[in-house]
Antibody, heavy 119, light 112 residues
Framework: EVLLVESGGALVQPGGSLRLSCAASGFTFSDYYMSWIRQTPGKGLEWVAI????????YYVDSVKGRFTISRDNAKNSLYLQMDSLRVDDTGVYYCARPPPGIGAFDFWGQGTVVTVSS | ERVLTQSPGTLSLSPGERATLSCRAS???????????LAWYQQKPGQPPRLLIY???TRATGIPDRFSGGGSGTDFTLTISRLEPEDFAVYFCQQFGGSPPYTFGQGTKVEI
């Protein structure tokens, strides 16, 4: 059974930092691109970042470029999102999700972790 | 950036009725092997989105055949042939073509 379990969400002040983690199991993690997607009150569902199997290709949505860093550790079957310079509009639920090759969609999602940016 | 616009915002129907949801892209969605990379998801409160349809018309594993997807280029539809009580939820379309960002529509709520 494919499982994705996010952790690391918390209440943080504007300008602060958080590191989210996603533990994957039930599939060969190193065979897949992986992605972070968030759901915010302001923008709804928003794709945030994606990383290739070996980390050699990484892409971000413009609103997080220079502030967020996606990474992975294939030995630990884990995906990460380092979030710096957090803003109030980063508040939301953050999901890790798996996009299988060729289908152009995310077939498995974690339950999400809540990030609240507020003073 | 491709913008996806879903309509209507809310669809009020009864169990057993047919639901037709629309998703329009600001430019043609990307393709892979001639297949439009347009997906549909269902989301219920407190849950992550669940993949229903990918490649515009292929049902994901375990999705009942009352769900069907259609369309091409910039105009796509999700049809639920006969609404079951568990189908009342929010539905999102998403495009995965070409280069990022991989955008989502704003959602259509199907309510009783």
């Amino acid at each position: 059974e494919v499982l994705l379990v996010e952790s690391g969400g918390a209440l943080v002040q504007p300008g602060g930092s958080l590191r989210l983690s996603c533990a994957a199991s039930g599939f060969t993690f190193s065979d897949y691109y992986m992605s972070w997607i968030r759901q915010t009150p302001g923008k709804g569902l928003e794709w945030v970042a994606i990383i290739k199997q070996d980390g050699s290709e990484i892409y971000y949505v413009d609103s997080v470029k220079g502030r967020f860093t996606i990474s992975r550790d294939n030995a630990k079957n884990s995906l990460y999102l380092q979030m710096d310079s957090l803003r109030v509009d980063d508040t939301g639920v953050y999901y890790c999700a798996r996009p299988p090759p060729g289908i152009g969609a995310f077939d498995f999602w974690g339950q999400g972790t809540v990030v609240t940016v507020s003073s | 950036e491709r913008v996806l616009t879903q309509s209507p915002g809310t669809l009020s129907l009864s169990p057993g009725e047919r639901a037709t949801l629309s998703c329009r892209a600001s430019e043609s969605v990307g393709q892979s092997g001639g297949i439009d990379l347009l997906a549909w998801y269902q989301q219920k409160p407190g849950q992550p989105p669940r993949l229903l349809i990918y490649g515009a018309s292929t049902r994901a594993t375990g999705i009942p055949d009352r769900f069907s997807g259609g369309g091409s280029g910039t105009d796509f539809t999700l049809t639920i042939s006969r609404l079951e009580p568990e189908d009342f939820a929010v539905y999102f379309c998403q495009q995965f073509g070409g280069s990022p960002p991989y955008t989502f529509g704003q959602g259509t709520k199907v309510e009783i």
